[in-house]
């Protein structure tokens, strides 16, 4: 079953804004990670946060966890029309023996405005 | 180098027929998944294989499902049988071994019982 719960469902904005979409899970963690998809494609992996981990960036993401709420945010900055794409959080469940099969929230599809 | 390959890419077919769904991981990978994309489950986890060990096949919907992988590379996705609701895009991906290691994703097979 999915555990991870997203917000916005749906995002819309302008180039050069910021977007912002969150994450909820509900079980421990050993990571958390960050996927995009654009239609019709799969998904490219974007940031991993390992569990002892508060905030990471890479280029224009930053990336936040906070696991005594058991949430994350994704921060994209300055926003390009080619950033328009489904994005989703996914977490492996935790434990020692964890396969690391991933569990996927709902997803956030942005919409970045020429 | 070369990502994660599925074939095919679109496969319609009438309820009740047998499908198979190939997957060919990144080299190297040890870890493979596959998941299933749908609009009313979002992405469900169906099996993992890594090495030689027992698949973890706990994501499998029913015994209409199967898969293998054959000396560590290939993998074969088999739906028997197939009902209108296995509609849906199953995506594959690899990564390294580890529970900290980004998943590769490839673009899936979109598969449409009529």
């Known amino acids: 079953s999915q555990q991870g719960e997203e917000d916005p469902q749906a995002l819309s904005i302008q180039e050069g804004e910021n977007a912002t979409m969150n994450c909820s899970y509900k079980?421990?963690?050993?990571?958390l990670q960050w996927y995009r998809q654009n239609s019709g494609r799969g998904l490219v992996h974007l940031i991993l946060i390992r569990s002892n981990e508060r905030e990471k960036h890479s280029g224009r993401l930053r990336v936040t966890l906070d696991t005594s709420k058991k949430s994350s945010s994704l921060l994209i900055t300055a926003s390009r029309a080619a950033d328009t794409a489904s994005y989703f959080c996914?977490?492996?469940?935790?434990?020692?023996?964890?396969?690391?099969?991933?569990?996927f929230g709902q997803g956030t599809t942005l919409q970045v405005k020429p | 180098g070369a990502g994660v390959s599925q074939s095919p890419s679109n496969k319609v077919t009438e309820k009740g027929k047998d499908v198979e769904l190939r997957c060919d991981p990144i080299?190297?990978?040890?870890?493979l998944y596959w998941y299933r994309q749908s609009l009313g489950q979002g992405l469900e986890f169906l099996i993992y294989f890594q090495g030689n060990s027992a698949p973890d096949k706990s994501g499998l919907p029913s015994d209409r499902f199967s898969a293998e992988r054959t000396g560590g590379s290939v993998s074969t996705l088999t739906i028997q049988r197939t009902q209108q609701e296995d509609s849906a895009v199953y995506l594959c991906?690899?990564?390294?071994?580890?529970?900290?290691?980004?998943?590769?994703f490839g673009d899936g097979t979109r598969l449409s019982i009529l």
């Open positions: 079980t421990s963690i050993n990571n």
């Open positions: 991906a690899s990564s390294l071994m580890g529970i900290n290691q980004p998943q590769h």
């Open positions: 080299s190297g990978h040890t870890a």
């Open positions: 996914a977490t492996d469940g935790g434990g020692s023996g964890n396969t690391g099969k991933l569990i």
